[in-house]
C-alpha cells in the first residue's frame, strides 16, 4: 500500500515532458510548492518531448501562437540568462509553398501585423541563396530571420535543475495510478499517495489514459512519428548555413514535411513528415506493432526531388510521438466537473517552442490569476458539436 506524503502542495504537475517542465517551472518561480511527478526515469524518450531539436518560428497562419511567441522568445532567453546554457540557435526558417496558396499568404499578413522581420522569395531567388534546395515545382518562399532550432534535450535538463533549486520538488519513476478529485485534490502513485491544491495534467500521448477515471475523454490522436536523418552527400554541404523549413507539397503529400540542421548526429539532417500512424504510447516500440512506412516513402521520394545534396535513403530512425487535437490547436482548460484540475493537452506536434507561455498559462488556470492571454482557441468545448467528448 502507498504511503501518505503529508505535505500539501499547490500544485501537484504529472508529466515531466516540455509541457510539464515549464509549469512547474513558473510555479516554483512564483514561490509556490509544487511536486512534479513522472512515471519514467528521467531522461527519458518515450515520450514527445526527447531529442536535441525542435523548430521555434513565429511564423503561424494563426494570430494567436504569433502573439504568444513573441513572450515565449522572451522566456527562452530568460531560461538561457538563468541557466548558462545555450538553448538557440538562429538558423533562420523558411516556408515554402505553391505561389496560390492562401496559407504563405495568411502567414506573410500575420508577420506583417505583428512586426517581425520576414521576406518574400520567389523561385530565383530561392534558388540563389538556398542552393541546396530544389524546387521542383516552382515553389516561393517566406523568410522568417528569428526561426530557428531549440535544444530540446538541454531545455528539459535545464528546467529539471532549475526547478529544483527554486525549491520546486521532482519524483521520476513515479506513474500516477489514482486521482481522486476534491478539495485537496489525492495523488497516488506507485509508491505514494499526495495531497495538492490543484493538480495539472500535462501526460502528453497518456493524457487520456488519465481522464478516463475522471470521466472524460478528449478528441486526441496518439501518432508514432518516425523521426529520419538523412546523410549528406558531401560532408558539410548543409552546414552552418541551412536553415530550417517547413513546406506544403500536395503533389506529394497531405501534411507538411519539414527540415531542419541536425544537430544530433553530425553530416545528417532532419527531415521528418508531420504526421504518423495511430498507435498506444505503450506500444510505439513493439517489435510486433507492424510499422507503416508510407510516411518514410514520401520522404524519400521528397529527399530525392527537392534535397538532391542528401542520400534518399534514411541513416538513422528514431520514433517519437504526436498526440493530435482535431484541428491541432492545443486544449489549456480546467476538467469541465473538476475546477481545480487543469489539463494541457494536444500539443499536435507543434508545442515545443510556444511550451514556456503554455506553462504560464496552466499556472494561471490553476492559481485562478488573471489569465495573460484568451484561451478560446483552446478551450474543450469546442469540440462538442464535433465529437461526443463523454462527460
Ligand atoms: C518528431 C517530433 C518533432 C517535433 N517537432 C517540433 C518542432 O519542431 N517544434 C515544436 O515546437 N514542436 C515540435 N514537436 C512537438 C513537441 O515536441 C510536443 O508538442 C511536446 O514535446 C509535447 O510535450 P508534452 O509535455 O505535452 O508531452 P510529453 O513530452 O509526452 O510529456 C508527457 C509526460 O507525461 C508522463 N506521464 C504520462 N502519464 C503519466 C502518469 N500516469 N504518471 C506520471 N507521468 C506520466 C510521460 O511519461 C511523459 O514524460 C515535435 C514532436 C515530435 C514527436
Ligand atoms: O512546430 C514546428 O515548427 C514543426 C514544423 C512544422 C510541423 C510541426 N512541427
Redesign the pocket.
Known sequence: MATTHRELYDAIV???????CFTAYHFAKNKRKVLL????FLP?S????H?QS???RRAYPENFYTKMMEECYQIWAQLENESGTKLYRQAGLLILGRKEEAELRVIQDNLSKHGVEHKFFNTEELKRYFSNIQLSRGEVGVWESSGGVLF?DKALRVLQDLIRQLGGVIHDG???AEIKPGFPVTVT?TIRTYQAKSLII?????TN??LLPLGIQLPLQTLR?N?CYWKEKVPGSFGENFPCFVGSFPHLAPHHI?G?PSREYSGLVKV?YHHGNKADPDERDCPSASPDLADVQLLRSFVRDYLPGLQPEPSIMER????TSPDENFILDRHPKHNNIII??G?????????PVVGKILYELSMESTLSYDLTPFQIRRFQPLDKASL
Open positions: 504529472v508529466g515531466a515532458g516540455i509541457q510539464g511527478l513522472e512515471q519514467f527519458h518515450r515520450g514527445s518531448s531529442g525542435r523548430i521555434i530540446a513515479e506513474k500516477v502513485t500535462t501526460a502528453g500521448p497518456w489514459q488519465l512519428i523521426v519539414y531542419l521528418c517519437c510521438m504526436y498526440t494541457g493537452a500539443f499536435s506536434g507543434h508545442g515545443f517552442k510556444l511550451s
